[in-house]
């Protein structure tokens, strides 16, 4: 059983930033209607608003899997770096020829402090703390 939460901590967390992106990207569209829109390269405007929110959800993602792991909550938060970090290179590898470079670059480096900092403070919340918090009875 302990086994499974360690995996299921780390899918479950890269799995919610995943569906944050997936949600956002309607927003987006609709807020920057021409400017962010499917097959096109957003203004670097927009692409700083989209590294927000990826700071955001990856905060958000850390705090998630320091939450539901079992034990050992650093182990699962490098997990989940690892794996997103994987994925990103995948992604970037897919359009490093159209989108700015730099993009790619600041987006993987900005996973660690977010992902890392929100997992410190999520070590710090007991589980009745953050269930209280968010009003779940």
Request: some cysteine.
């Given at each position: 059983m302990k086994v499974l939460?360690?995996?299921?901590?780390?899918?479950v967390s890269y799995a919610a930033v995943y569906l944050f992106f997936v949600l956002i990207d309607p927003v987006?569209?609709?807020?920057f209607p021409g400017q962010y829109s499917p097959g096109s390269v957003p203004p670097t405007?927009?692409?700083?608003?989209?590294?927000a929110t990826f700071a955001v959800?990856?905060?958000l993602g850390g705090w998630?899997?320091?939450?539901?792991?079992?034990?050992?909550?650093?182990?699962?938060?490098?997990?989940?770096?690892?794996l997103g970090e994987f994925a990103w290179t995948v992604?970037?590898?897919?359009?490093?020829?159209?989108?700015?470079?730099?993009?790619?670059?600041v987006w993987m480096l900005a996973v660690w402090p977010g992902c890392l900092g929100m997992g410190a403070l999520g070590?710090?919340?007991?589980?009745?703390?953050?269930?209280?918090s968010i009003g779940v009875s």
């Open positions: 939460r360690s995996v299921a901590s780390v899918l987006f569209y609709r807020m405007s927009l692409l700083w608003i989209c590294m959800a990856s905060v998630l899997c320091v939450w539901i792991a079992p034990s050992r909550p650093g182990i699962h938060l490098l997990a989940l770096i690892i992604s970037a590898a897919g359009l490093w020829a159209a989108w700015p470079h730099w993009y790619f670059l070590r710090k919340t007991s589980k009745k703390q953050a269930i209280a």
